[in-house]
Nanobody
Framework: QVQVVESGGGLVQAGGSLRLSCAAS????????MGWYRQAPGKQREFVAS???????TYADSVKGRFTISRDNAKNTVYLQMNSLKLEDTAVYYC?????????WGQGTQVTVSS
């Protein structure tokens, strides 16, 4: 089966940057759609960004102009470059990789932005 492993989270000051990675392995699965959700304390999980196999990207309004999603198909990896981080970006970030109705999720990685 597919395993999805996230890395790159941590503590950063407001205005700083982080780069998250999400790598899938363990099967011949090759994702068509990849992306990121996040969940802040006391809030519902929300969409952050997605990218298709054709490199079409979509972003939540809250992160447009600050976050960039990209993918490396040869490595089965999706990335999230986060710049100009704000306090409200603090959340657990979850990546997903999917094809049709088959979706795999990462374990989540904590991003904490301090003032």
């Amino acid at each position: 089966q597919v395993q999805v492993v996230e890395s790159g989270g941590g503590l950063v000051q407001a205005g700083g940057s982080l780069r998250l990675s999400c790598a899938a392995s363990g099967s011949i699965f090759r994702a068509h759609a990849m992306g990121w959700y996040r969940q802040a304390p006391g809030k519902q999980r929300e969409f952050v960004a997605s990218i298709t196999s054709g490199d079409i990207t979509t972003y939540a309004d809250s992160v447009k102009g600050r976050f960039t999603i990209s993918r490396d198909n040869a490595k089965n990896t999706v990335y999230l470059q986060m710049n100009s981080l704000k306090l409200e970006d603090t959340a657990v970030y979850y990546c997903y990789q999917g094809r049709g109705s088959l979706v795999y999720w990462g374990q989540g990685t904590q991003v904490t932005v301090s003032s």
